[in-house]
Each structure stands twice: as structure tokens, then as C-alpha cells.
């Protein structure tokens, strides 16, 4: 059974940061790529960074809105991805979900939630 | 970053069937297709359909997607109490090099 398990969620202060992380079980994880998508209280999807796998040089996309202030990497070994958050604002307050993508996110997990609040 | 367009929402009735729409243009849903998404207030989203109009394994007939041009659309027949939820689009930006999402649909079944 497919699983993706993500933690680090918190209230955080502006400016500040916080590291996500997604677990995932049930599948060859390093063949597949993933995303982070995020949404906002009563708000819709917002895709947030993609990675890509080995085969692909591990490379990255990101939304205009977080770029140069997250970053997605991970670690084929702990079968595991990351979202590095800094320089956090009001408006990154949302569930952070992690989702493998297989010609659309076909698997998800069940979000983190990340408040940026002072 | 351009998103997808989906109307915000649609009712219908029980056991009628509801046609959801999504367009985009030609460097995402008329070059790459569209997947489709339904979420449950309070839970996360859910695959109905992939890019290539693929249901994962325990998705019911009764969800059909298809794309003309550049506008991708879910048919649901049969329309059931537990249908009523907010449906999304998503597929990736061949020219910008990202994913997109539609504004979702929230269907609503009378």
C-alpha cells in the first residue's frame, strides 16, 4: 500500500523557517518524481516545487511564489523528500501536502499544517 | 504564473450527470492533458484521472475525462450524495516548466 507520511508542521514567526519532511512507503520511491502542493485555509491547490529523480539529475522546479526562499531535495535512502522553508511569510500559512506524481499526483499524503504567525 | 480555468461551481441533480470543464492553453492541457482531482472538505485530494485519461484502480465508471483542444473536461454520471466535493485540474506547464492547478469546481448534487 502506497503511503506518504509528512511532518514538521508549526507555528512559526515571520521570517522564520521550518523543514518539512515526507515519508513514503509502498512503492519504488526513487523511480518516481514529487511534488509539494500547499493550500491555504478555504482556498484551492497551489502547486509549490517538484523533483525529479535520479535519472533526471535529481533537478527542480518551483513556483514563482516561494522561489530562491524554498527548497525541495531528497533522499533516496530514507525514501524521503524535503521542503526547506525560510524567510516565511503570512501568506505560506497553509497544509502542506507532499504528492508523487505519476502523470498527475496520483498518490498524497495527508498535509502538515504551517502557520506563520506572530 | 497562468492557471487553469474551471467554473466555480456546478449543481446538479441526484442520479443526473454533471460535465466539468478546465482550460488551459496549448503548452499545458492541449499539449500535455489534464488530470483530475476530487477532495472531500477535511481530507486530502484524491486521483479520479490521470493525464491520459487513465482511472486508478477503485475509481468509479461513472467519472470519464476528456480533453478537446485546449479545455479538458469530467463527466460524472449518475450523480450520488458522496459526489458533492471540490474537483480540481492539474497538469504541468511544458513553456514555464511548472504545474498548474484550476481554481476547482464545487459541485454541489440536489
Known amino acids: 500500500e502506497v503511503q506518504l507520511v509528512e511532518s514538521g508542521g508549526g507555528l512559526v514567526q515571520p521570517g522564520g523557517s521550518l523543514r518539512l519532511s515526507c515519508a513514503a512507503s509502498?512503492?519504488?520511491?526513487?523511480?518516481?518524481?514529487m511534488d509539494w502542493v500547499r493550500q491555504a485555509p478555504g482556498k484551492g491547490l497551489e502547486w509549490v516545487a517538484h523533483?525529479?529523480?535520479?535519472?533526471?539529475?535529481?533537478?527542480?522546479e518551483y513556483a514563482a511564489s516561494v522561489k530562491g526562499r524554498f527548497t525541495i531535495s531528497r533522499d533516496d535512502s530514507k525514501d524521503s523528500i524535503y521542503l526547506q522553508m525560510n524567510s516565511l511569510k503570512a501568506e505560506d500559512t497553509a497544509v502542506y501536502y507532499c504528492a508523487r506524481d505519476t502523470y498527475g499526483n496520483d498518490y498524497w499524503g495527508q498535509g502538515t499544517l504551517v502557520t506563520v504567525s506572530s | 504564473q497562468a492557471g487553469l480555468t474551471q467554473p466555480p461551481s456546478v449543481s446538479k441533480g441526484l442520479r443526473q450527470t454533471a460535465t466539468l470543464t478546465c482550460t488551459g492553453n496549448?503548452?499545458?492541457?492541449?499539449?500535455?492533458?489534464a488530470a483530475w482531482l476530487q477532495q472531500h472538505q477535511g481530507h486530502p485530494p484524491k486521483l479520479l484521472s490521470s493525464r491520459k485519461n487513465n482511472r486508478p484502480s477503485g475509481i468509479s465508471e461513472r467519472f470519464s475525462a476528456s480533453r478537446s483542444g485546449n479545455t479538458a473536461s469530467l463527466t460524472i454520471t449518475g450523480l450520488q450524495p458522496e459526489d458533492e466535493a471540490d474537483y480540481f485540474c492539474?497538469?504541468?506547464?511544458?513553456?514555464?516548466?511548472?504545474?498548474?492547478f484550476g481554481g476547482g469546481t464545487k459541485l454541489t448534487v440536489l
Open positions: 496549448s503548452n499545458n492541457v492541449g499539449n500535455l492533458g
Open positions: 492539474s497538469t504541468w506547464d511544458s513553456s514555464l516548466s511548472v504545474r498548474v
Open positions: 509502498g512503492f519504488t520511491f526513487s523511480d518516481h518524481y
Open positions: 523533483i525529479r529523480n535520479k535519472a533526471k539529475s535529481y533537478s527542480t
